[in-house]
């Protein structure tokens, strides 16, 4: 049999047909492709009903496919000082980008940058924003030839001012092209410059720039109250982003953080900061500290230090690694002999201290250690009454082994080697002395012990008022401007250390200080025409990181605390100076003699009705668009001072926002655009020139301190400077 016919004979055996194969396939293919429809159609019907995929939403991701959200940025809180007068407060600024995506239209109408117009919009950005011409060119042609859908203008495109960003609006329009288009970016004002600029901090835009963060100071330690909630509006929006005519947006409204008035003074702010710099460029100290404060209530009416920055310009903040600490609560130091006021104090309540009795100066020998007076006991013989006048650390050490245990124990009252809970960020609790007898003794006259300034203040409180220890404030109360609820902070009394008897006593041995001839270690030095001061000096060591004591001949923390006047103190003021290039005993005086004259003189100038008048308040309101003349007289009627800027016929900027408050009386600058005349600014505060120079975007210094007397341009004349100075004076 052939192998054909074998092979047939197989093919038939098996049933092995062609037709009969195919016809199996066929059925075999039509039943999965059946099977596969159903289990489609099963899927599909369980989308369809349960509107999910994978645990998606399929009606949540179309509604984000047609659906937009745009952030309300809730307004900062303000920072005002105790009278009204703003001292942080909210701005604008923008950032500029051109789109070229030919897409970007409406209707017929272009709103891209076209090719054509390159050389316009370059000559533009050049003439607004310092930016090459060349360099803006090239950026509109690469960003078109790599067909990007915008392109920005690096640091030349950012912090643009609304002045700036209308100019530039107003030349495109002049020319009649498109492209150009500005993002709006939260900022902040500081109108004062330098003005204690580590308690009052400053902010910065956050990382998704829907609003501001603080970095230091109140705008940190109260970031929280200030920056309020951020709202959105929801809206239906096309293929290109933008938002569909004829929808309605939802609208989730923003909730304006609070505003906050410190219990500063800007008067005596303002008059301190003059006098720090005039005292730091002589002297040249490493730091330098100053806080005055009202003895009854606590309430700071100033303060500040120096390293200092600028939060308006940020200037200052790049030099030394200490302008990051505010000295007040984060350094801890050993005060020298300012402390020997507790120490007396303590020895008077404990009954060990007799102002007659005699003791031989000099030095004195504990455990293995010998203490020596600063003279070296050149004086001889001295009373107790003079171991303070004199500032003798023998007396204070023969004190403080008197009352044994009890002078720890009154450091504890006091509160030092505690935080103060001041509310300020990173606050340090500073160090009592050690259980060794050599620290103990050393403490009495301010060594081996470590403070901040906040103790020390809080600790004098109680000597300036009658033996009751206040708690320093720096705020005067919190107001929520939406609803007007305020909450007002009250005087916090924190005990009794010392009597009332006691500390009279003290006071009146601290005038010894600066009145007696021959115990007085500021004899002639320190003074207030018209008061008796009760005052103390100190010269501290300061303490090396290597161990020891820092050498040199002028290494040491120089201070003094001044209570005024010695019979009932208002006020008490405390400065340090800390290893300055060169000193001499006036040094601080040059501080402490005019600051506390000028806070007298407001005390007994300032009567109720006056600062009931200071303090009426005017809500802004918002006067742009509205016509000159208009705008001006409704300002006017409102109690505000208008000053007009400008030639044009409606108002384009104003120097204080809607909803802010100002004192009755106070200026409000309103700019018309077109040409601007420089005003007469002859009285004006430092603060609304700079308001002045904010809202015409030129820098503006000064000389002096106080209200302007010179101007660098004459009134009236035309403004095209970009810078001006001024002169001020008391």
């Not at 100190?538 to 303490?543: D, H, L, R």
Request: aromatic share 10%.
């Amino acid at each position: 049999m052939s192998l054909k016919n074998k092979f047939r004979r197989f093919m038939e055996k098996k049933n092995l047909n062609p037709m009969n194969n195919r016809k199996k396939v066929g059925i075999i293919l039509f039943a999965t492709s059946i099977g596969l429809f159903f289990l489609f159609a099963v899927r599909f019907s369980y989308i369809v009903i349960g509107g999910h995929v994978a645990g998606t939403s399929l009606a949540e991701k179309t509604e984000q496919l047609y659906k937009g959200s745009e952030v309300v940025k809730a307004k900062r809180g303000t920072i005002y000082d105790r009278n009204g007068v703003a001292l942080a407060e909210d701005a604008k600024s923008y950032s500029i980008k051109a789109i070229l995506s030919k897409t970007y239209t409406t209707g017929d109408k272009k709103l891209y940058a076209q090719e054509k117009d390159f050389d316009k919009i370059a000559t533009i950005l050049h003439k607004n924003l310092s930016i090459e011409k060349s360099q803006a060119l090239k950026i509109l042609q690469d960003g078109a030839k790599n067909e990007l859908y915008q392109v920005e203008f690096g640091n030349y495109g950012k912090n643009i001012s609304q002045e700036t960003r209308q100019t530039i609006e107003s030349e495109m329009k002049k020319e009649n092209i498109a492209g150009l288009y500005f993002e709006d970016h939260s900022a902040r004002m500081y109108p004062n410059g330098v003005f204690s600029s580590h308690f009052i901090g400053y902010a910065v835009p956050n990382k998704d720039d829907t609003g501001l963060v603080g970095k230091l100071g109140l705008e940190a330690a109260y970031n929280d109250v200030l920056s309020g909630k951020n709202g959105k509006i929801i809206y239906q929006k096309d293929n290109y982003q933008n938002a569909l005519p004829g929808t309605v947006a939802e609208e989730e409204k923003a909730v304006n953080g609070q505003d906050i008035y410190t219990t500063l003074d800007s008067r005596l702010q303002s008059y301190l900061e003059t006098l720090m710099d005039q005292v730091n460029d002589e002297y040249q100290p490493e730091e330098l500290t100053a806080v005055l404060m009202k003895a009854k209530t606590g309430e700071i009416l100033a303060m500040g230090q120096r390293p200092t920055f600028n939060p308006e310009t940020m200037e200052g903040l790049q030099e030394k690694d200490s302008v990051w600490r505010n000295f007040l609560v984060q350094d801890s130091y050993e005060p020298g002999s300012t402390m020997k006021v507790f120490t007396t104090a303590a020895a008077i309540e404990e009954g060990k201290f007799n102002e007659n009795e005699t003791f031989q100066s000099g030095k004195i020998k504990v455990a293995d250690a010998t203490i020596n007076d600063h003279d070296y006991g050149a004086k001889g013989v001295l009373t107790m009454r003079q171991a303070l006048s004199w500032s003798s650390n023998v007396g204070m050490v023969m004190l403080e082994q008197r009352m044994g245990g009890a002078w720890y124990n009154y450091l504890q009252k006091l509160g030092f080697g505690q935080s103060t809970h001041s509310g300020l960020d990173d606050e340090v609790s500073g160090a009592l002395p050690t259980e060794n007898i050599v620290d103990r003794a050393m403490s009495a006259y301010g060594q081996a012990v470590g403070v901040t300034n906040f103790q020390m203040m809080k600790a004098f409180t109680s000597i300036a008022n009658n033996g009751t220890m206040i708690q320093p404030r720096y705020i005067s109360k919190i107001v929520d401007p939406t609803t007007g609820e305020e909450r007002a902070t009250q005087t916090e009394v924190l005990g009794q250390p010392f009597s009332k008897e006691t500390t009279q006593k003290v006071r009146e041995y601290m005038r010894d200080v600066v009145e007696s001839e021959n115990y007085g270690s500021a004899y002639g030095v320190y003074s207030v025409p018209g008061y008796n001061v009760s005052a103390k000096t100190g010269t501290a060591q300061i303490a090396s990181d290597t161990g020891g004591y820092q050498t040199g001949e002028t290494a040491y923390l120089y201070s003094i605390v001044e209570m005024v006047p010695s019979e009932d103190p208002e006020y008490v003021l405390y400065l340090t100076m800390k290893h300055p290039k060169t000193y001499d005993r006036d040094a601080l005086a040059k501080i402490a003699n005019p600051l506390m004259k000028r806070a007298m003189d407001f005390k007994e100038t300032e009567t109720d009705e006056k600062t009931e008048e200071a303090t009426e308040k005017v809500t802004v309101a918002d006067y742009r668009n509205l016509g000159t003349d208009v705008a001006a007289a409704d300002a006017q009627k409102s109690g505000l001072q208008p000053i007009v800027i400008g030639d044009g016929k409606k108002v384009k900027k104003q120097s204080t926002e809607q909803g802010d408050q100002l004192i009755s009386g106070e200026k409000i600058i309103l700019y018309t655009g077109g040409e601007k005349l420089m005003p007469d600014v002859t009285g004006w505060s430092k603060a609304d020139i700079m308001k002045l120079g904010k809202i015409l975007g030129i820098e503006v210094t000064f000389d002096g301190d106080g209200y302007c007397t010179k101007q660098s341009l004459a009134p009236y004349e035309k403004i095209t400077d970009d810078k001006l100075s001024f002169t001020l004076e008391e």
